[in-house]
Nanobody, 119 residues
Framework: QVRLVESGGGSVQPGGSLRLSCSVP????????MGWYRQAPGKQRELVAS???????NYADSVKGRFTISRDNARNTIYLQMNTLEPEDTAVYYC?????????????WGEGTQVTVSS
């Protein structure tokens, strides 16, 4: 079982910033797309941002211009820089990664990190 290690959640006032990170242990697989999803109470989990192994990025409309996803392939780590946070960004944020062994691909999730935006 591969465990994704997340860090960086917390509480911040509206307009503040947080940075999330997620690492995949190095082993005998390749790491394809990685991304961040979030789930607010009573809502479905939604994509926040994703990044391919080549650096192609995708963002939810609600975070464009405020959030930036980046990736360090040497460390199998992605980062989510979240600026100008809004109360609507409050949610549990989950890291997601697709790993590949030969032709076999599997999706893994982190345990989640809480982000709370409140005055």
């Amino acid at each position: 079982q591969v465990r994704l290690v997340e860090s960086g959640g917390g509480s911040v006032q509206p307009g503040g910033s947080l940075r999330l990170s997620c690492s995949v242990p190095r082993d005998k697989y390749s790491v394809n797309d990685m991304g961040w999803y979030r789930q607010a109470p009573g809502k479905q989990r939604e994509l926040v941002a994703s990044i391919s192994s080549r650096g192609s990025r995708n963002y939810a409309d609600s975070v464009k211009g405020r959030f930036t996803i980046s990736r360090d392939n040497a460390r199998n780590t992605i980062y989510l820089q979240m600026n100008t946070l809004e109360p609507e960004d409050t949610a549990v944020y989950y890291c997601n990664a697709e790993l590949q062994w030969g032709k076999v691909r599997r999706e893994y999730w982190g345990e989640g990190t809480q982000v709370t935006v409140s005055s």
